[in-house]
């Protein structure tokens, strides 16, 4: 065979390969372009990890009507995300939001009970798996500018001055209801005994009460201790009944968002008198909370520190204190936080407000409402969230 003949031969046989490496890829086996996330087993149940995190995909240029889907385990078949564009307001949802001009895919999905794992899928406008990228989870949900979330002390607590806890619960209601006509996440800090010259349960109604509240969307809520006392106390058990028995009572009462099957969690602590020592947060770790909310003149924007000892967050604090504020002062905390992309955190004391549609925290309420690139959410969900993605404990890998 002449030299020409062999490398003539060659050259078919570098076409052939290269023809069929692009059959391949043209069609391609439904595990092709599938990434997986995995948790391990104990942060998955210590964590539950059913609030979405924001999975970040690079997409191709020039493409259209993509579609995304996750599936939690081999046998099951593939379930369609529900779509969200940068013009609708959504949050703590499971979607898909396609930014199409800077090419990318944010996917937000939550872990579910069945598995430690999730896969994802993103398939074109013929519904052949999309060839992508995985980026990262975004700092923020679904890629959001900043963040904007709300916290309220004493629920529960009736006080010297209002032994039926009329006026507090109203207050409560109040601010639940504006809050919910303005679509803002709201979080009230539970005490779940109060003090009307002997120390008694809440009464099941207003649980009831904060059950709906919960039902209609927007609300979570964080332990306040059982009996808001100040510490130190004076036993060990009086500690564990405090932070503890507080736990359990919310979860003995109230069906939670975010649940990992029927097991539910909190995450977040709001310290009484803003009061707290050694013992508090080494049972707050160990209990896996991670947010300890102080209550007086700690300015904060930002995340906290890692406490290594203790495991959970530094104590944090918030950016305005609404009890003593103004509406020019509010608005222009909010405009700093938001444009440096920070978290804007309202602490406040209902009994201590006015919450009429003309007063100025109402005023202040619909300035921050409704934008579409702030993420509204509790403050527990946010420390959430940041620990999933300070810790990097989820590893996604293409299958």
């Known amino acids: 065979m002449s030299e020409n003949k062999i490398i003539l031969l060659i050259i078919l046989a570098l076409v052939l390969v290269v023809a069929l490496f692009f059959a391949v890829m043209y069609f391609m086996t439904p595990s092709d372009f599938v990434f997986e996330a995995k948790i391990s087993s104990e942060i998955h149940n210590d964590y539950g990890f059913a609030y979405p995190l924001t999975y970040e995909f690079s997409i191709p240029d020039s493409v259209l009507g993509l579609k995304a889907y996750k599936k939690y385990a081999e046998n099951q078949g593939w379930q369609q995300i529900e779509e969200k564009k940068n013009t609708d307001f959504f949050n703590g949802i499971e979607a898909v939001r396609f930014d199409y001009q800077n090419k990318k895919a944010y996917i937000s999905v939550g872990f579910n009970s069945i598995s430690d794992k999730i896969q994802f899928k993103i398939t074109d406008s013929t519904n052949k798996n999309l060839k992508i990228k995985y980026l990262g989870i975004s700092e923020y949900y679904d890629n959001r500018k900043a963040v904007v979330t709300i916290t309220a002390d004493d629920w529960g607590i009736f006080g010297p001055n209002d032994k039926s806890g009329t006026l507090n619960r109203l207050r409560f209601n109040e601010l639940f209801d504006l809050l919910r006509e303005d679509d803002i996440w709201f979080t009230p800090a539970v005490t779940s005994q109060h003090y009307n010259g002997a120390f008694s349960y809440v009464p099941d109604s207003d649980w009831q009460d904060l059950q709906k509240r919960i039902n209609a969307g927007y609300v979570g809520v964080v332990c306040h201790s059982r009996t808001h006392q100040e510490v130190p106390y004076s036993k060990e058990s009086t500690y564990e009944y405090e932070i503890l028995g507080n736990k359990e009572d919310i979860l003995k009462y109230l069906d939670l968002p975010y649940k990992n099957g ?131 404990v989820v590893k996604v890998n293409d299958k």
């Open 262 to 392: 029927d097991r539910e969690y909190i995450f977040g602590w709001v310290r009484p008198y803003g009061q707290g020592d050694r013992m508090v947060r080494e049972i707050l770790g160990k209990s896996h909370f991670l947010a300890d909310r102080v209550s007086c003149c700690y300015i904060q924007d930002d995340f906290s520190g890692w406490d290594s000892i203790n495991k959970l967050y530094n104590p944090i604090g918030y950016s305005y204190y609404l009890d003593k504020g103004n509406l020019n002062g509010a608005n222009e905390k909010f405009d700093e936080d938001y444009s440096r992309g920070k978290i804007y955190s309202i602490y406040l004391h209902p009994l201590n407000n006015n919450f009429g549609r003309d007063s100025w925290q109402s005023k202040h309420f619909d300035y921050i409402k409704g934008r579409k690139d702030v993420w509204y959410t509790g403050t527990d969900y946010l420390y959430f969230y940041h620990f999933a993605v300070d810790k990097n």
